[in-house]
T-cell receptor, first 112, second 114 residues
Framework: NAGVTQTPKFRVLKTGQSMTLLCAQDMNHEYMYWYRQDPGMGLRLIHYSVGEGTTAKGEVPDGYNVSRLKKQNFLLGLESAAPSQTSVYFC???????????FGQGTRLTVV | AQKVTQAQTEISVVEKEDVTLDCVYETRDTTYYLFWYKQPPSGELVFLIRRNSFDEQNEISGRYSWNFQKSTSSFNFTITASQVVDSAVYFCALRGTSYGKLTFGQGTILTVHP
């Protein structure tokens, strides 16, 4: 049982490059979330999804896009990376009826 | 709108001391869930506890206990007889039922010295 898997674990991007972070969960959870974690800022919600085909903005959505074409996958895209997007990104999934978020191991992204 | 505030940025204690981590929340939902997570130095996020808004019973699990008070919108976490292995960042979180949004506090860095 893999739980929540994030790909990749580490990445270095140049300013202006694009990339997609993949989050996959095998628990059939309805809800999925993308957070970024910066020192002293806690976990800030970027985007989230309450079901396949749905997405919603969180606290810090600018510069990011997401898609949830399949229930088990939640993709986070950076169209034109900026140094301010250097962060650790966490994906989480949660069931609807018995909420408790399960987290991936995180992706450390550096934009130079 | 929903918000979680952890006013204590850093706490430092000596082993065997008791320590309480504060969490205050805001939400317009009448049904909601509160959580505590631990993030050890290795970086992963470990789920500790969930409470729903209808259950104000305090909970104890070994050296950990949680005090949920709806009247003051607080969900505080106490570690009794702290140990060095308790050193971590602790996050309080809130999930309302209106939109399914899961919001975290800023986190409290706990350092337990031998």
């Amino acid at each position: 049982n893999a739980g929540v898997t994030q790909t990749p674990k580490f990445r270095v991007l140049k300013t202006g490059q694009s990339m997609t972070l993949l989050c996959a969960q095998d628990m059939n959870h309805e809800y999925m979330y993308w957070y970024r974690q910066d020192p002293g800022m806690g976990l800030r919600l970027i985007h989230y999804s309450v079901g396949e085909g749905t997405t919603a903005k969180g606290e810090v959505p600018d510069g990011y896009n997401v898609s949830r074409l399949k229930k088990q996958n939640f993709l986070l895209g950076l169209e034109s990376a900026a140094p301010s997007q250097t962060s650790v990104y966490f994906c989480a999934s949660s069931p609807n009826r018995a909420p408790g978020a399960f987290f991936g191991q995180g992706t450390r992204l550096t934009v130079v | 709108a929903q918000k979680v505030t952890q006013a204590q940025t850093e706490i430092s204690v000596v082993e065997k001391e008791d320590v309480t981590l504060d969490c205050v929340y805001e939400t317009r939902d009448t049904t909601y869930y509160l959580f505590w997570y631990k993030q050890p130095p290795s970086g992963e996020l470990v789920f500790l506890i969930r409470r729903n808004s209808f259950d104000e019973q305090n909970e104890i699990s070994g050296r950990y206990s949680w005090n949920f008070q709806k009247s003051t919108s607080s969900f505080n976490f106490t570690i009794t007889a702290s140990q060095v292995v308790d050193s971590a960042v602790y996050f309080c979180a809130l999930r309302g039922t209106s939109y399914g949004k899961l919001t975290f506090g800023q986190g409290t860095i706990l350092t337990v010295h031998p």
